[in-house]
């Protein structure tokens, strides 16, 4: 999980990686600057968790995300 900001526009994305590439799988447009909220990562989080509930999941974030609350 990252969010950048991209030209004017700051994104919230989930990447699958395989084999040491990373493919965007899903991603919001946040309607402001900044840091996303635990609410905001939760929505971008749920479609992909459900999306690839089969599989084992790794889900890797930096400083930026809410690790302990967002894992529960």
């Known amino acids: 999980m ?17 084999q040491k590439r990373a493919f965007p799988i899903f991603w919001t447009l946040l309607d402001k600057q900044g840091a996303s909220k635990k609410v905001e990562q939760q929505q971008v989080l749920r479609p992909v968790i459900r999306l690839l509930k089969r599989y ?4 890797v974030g930096e400083r930026e995300f809410h690790s302990i609350e967002l894992a529960q």
């Open 2 to 18: 990252d969010r950048t900001r991209w030209k004017e526009y700051n994104v919230l994305m989930v990447s699958a990686i395989v």
């Open 56 to 59: 084992k999941l790794v889900i």
